[in-house]
């Protein structure tokens, strides 16, 4: 049974990674045209960084406890740079610094942190279907 609750926490620590994953690409999105931020600048992409778990007691073995975010990082992809004079956050050329937010590349991000999440909630569903079928064949 120790097998099947390991399992069920990598599922658990995937789901949960995730789940930041796919706020934070909201947020990108959400943010995709914010030209000035508390500090003047344009918003800045973020990214979620993942870190593999060890068991510290099977450290020999290299078994895995699932994964955490390790990090949010901002991106390091330029602004975009697009001339509009009458904007509001214009600079003394014309020039309006647009975020480093890729809408594209965020809804692909989107879509594999869903398939990611939805891959987990099947990998939890069948180790509890295990576990249960386990617990009936004792009785």
């Known amino acids: ?28 999105l959400a943010n995709a045209n914010t030209t000035s931020g ?4 344009p918003y800045t992409r973020k990214l979620v960084m993942f870190r593999e778990m060890l ?12 994964v955490e975010v390790a990090d949010i990082v901002d991106s390091k992809t330029p602004y975009k740079k ?14 309006v610094l647009y975020p480093n937010v890729n809408p594209v ?16 909630i099947a990998a ?4 509890k279907t295990m576990m249960n079928k386990a617990l009936e064949m004792g009785q």
């Open 82 to 95: 697009i001339f509009d004079p009458s904007h509001p956050d214009v600079d003394k050329d014309g020039f």
């Open 38 to 41: 508390p500090d003047g600048k």
């Open 1 to 28: 049974m120790g097998d099947i609750f390991s399992s069920l926490d990598v599922s658990a620590s995937g789901l949960s990674a995730e789940r930041v994953r796919m706020n934070i690409i909201s947020n990108n």
């Open 55 to 66: 068991d510290s007691t099977l450290n020999k073995n290299g078994s895995s406890e699932g």
């Open 124 to 127: 939890f569903n069948a180790a």
């Open 105 to 120: 590349e965020e809804m692909v991000d989107m879509i594999t942190a869903t398939r990611s999440y939805e891959a987990n």
